[in-house]
């Protein structure tokens, strides 16, 4: 399983929605190649980790910066364990019901 990750940059406040095994590692990595300081905000395991992170991607894009950088306010931080949980329980329902696109 993967974990769907939120991690914010200090400089400029946005937001990276992305997908690893190891979101503390991705962590380290993407601290490699950036001036900022970046954080750790959340993550959300799951079998679906692609579908959600792409879900939510689409949900945010009207505030999309750069790549998988958002502009996200506080309201989105704080419910993003939850918006990754109930994309997740609708994956899941579909999947049990023989939806054929999931």
Known sequence: MKYIY???SQEDGYYK????KHPSRRLLALQTGNSSELKLVESYQSEHAHKV???LQRRYSY???EGEWFGLGISEEISFLTDC?????SI?????NGNVFI
Not at 17 to 20: K, L, R, T
Not at 92 to 96: A, G, M, P, T, V
Request: proline share 0%; hydrophobic share 40%.
């Open 85 to 89: 949980k109930q994309i997740d329980e």
């Open 6 to 8: 939120l991690i914010q």
């Open 17 to 20: 929605i992305g997908v690893s």
């Open 53 to 55: 992170e792409r879900a």
């Open 92 to 96: 899941n329902i579909l999947k049990e």
């Open 63 to 65: 505030l999309k910066k």
